[in-house]
């Protein structure tokens, strides 16, 4: 009768009963707790538009991070570390295929001391304070619409294809990027 309490129940299996329920409620708050987790925006890294082969190149670089935070720059690239790029940075957010973006300040990059203040008086100047697009990611590549109809709008700011990755890894820009 050691196994066993005044009314007769078996203690061992109280016991085993007690286990198996501490053991599963851990279980069950685990999958809760990865469940409930930020999920990272499929928007998060480095993407860089291509627009053409000759010098002068123009191209876009969004920098997209995972704590809200977006960066983007306007480059303009006339040869081997003779660049400028300038443009506004902000915050982001996602509501289905929309992005929305604040922005609240600037950045720029420059090859020279040479285009220091231009790039500083172009980022201060040219853009709003809050853009809306329609946005929809195949394999590598983003593209960024003004309306849902995801048609292109030539000359609009921060519409087109974007690739994956940073400007100084891509194929055609990486030489003028080199040893930085």
Same mark, same amino acid.
């Not at 000759?54 to 997209?64: D, R």
């Not at 995972?66 to 400028?84: A, C, K, P, R, S």
């Not at 973006?101 to 853009?127: N, P, V, W």
């Not at 960024?144 to 194929?171: K, M, N, V």
């Given at each position: 009768?050691?196994? =066993? &309490?005044? %009314?007769?129940?078996?203690? @061992?299996?109280?016991?085993? !009963? ?7 409620? !851990? ?6 707790? +990865? ?14 538009? /291509? &627009? ?7 191209? =876009?670089?969004?920098?997209?991070? $995972? $704590?809200?935070?977006? &960066?983007?720059? /306007?480059?303009? !690239? ?10 506004? %940075? ?10 929305? +973006? *604040?922005?609240?300040?600037? =950045?720029?990059?420059?090859?020279? /001391? @040479? ?6 008086? /172009? *980022?201060?100047? #040219?853009?709003? $304070? ?10 590598? =590549? ?30 055609? #820009? @990486?030489?003028?990027? *080199? &040893?930085?």
């Amino acid at each position: 009768m050691e196994n =066993t &309490n005044v %009314s007769g129940r078996d203690v @061992k299996g109280k016991r085993r !009963v007690k286990r198996l329920t501490a053991v599963a409620t !851990v279980i069950i708050l685990i999958f809760a707790l +990865i469940g409930c987790q930020a999920r990272q925006s499929p928007l998060v890294g480095k993407w860089h538009s /291509e &627009n053409g082969d000759a010098l002068p190149l123009e191209s =876009t670089t969004i920098g997209f991070w $995972d $704590d809200g935070m977006v &960066n983007i720059l /306007e480059y303009h !690239v006339f040869g081997v570390q003779d660049y400028y790029g300038y443009g506004p %940075s902000g915050t982001y957010g996602l509501s289905e295929n929309k992005l929305i +973006i *604040a922005f609240s300040g600037g =950045t720029s990059r420059y090859s020279d /001391e @040479k285009y220091s203040d231009k790039t500083d008086l /172009e *980022a201060g100047m #040219c853009y709003p $304070d809050r853009i809306e697009r329609y946005f929809k990611i195949e394999g590598d =590549t983003l593209y960024l619409y003004e309306t849902s109809d995801e048609q292109e709008t030539s000359g609009a700011f921060l519409t087109g294809a974007f690739r994956r990755g940073a400007i100084d890894a891509c194929d055609l #820009c @990486k030489a003028y990027f *080199a &040893n930085e």
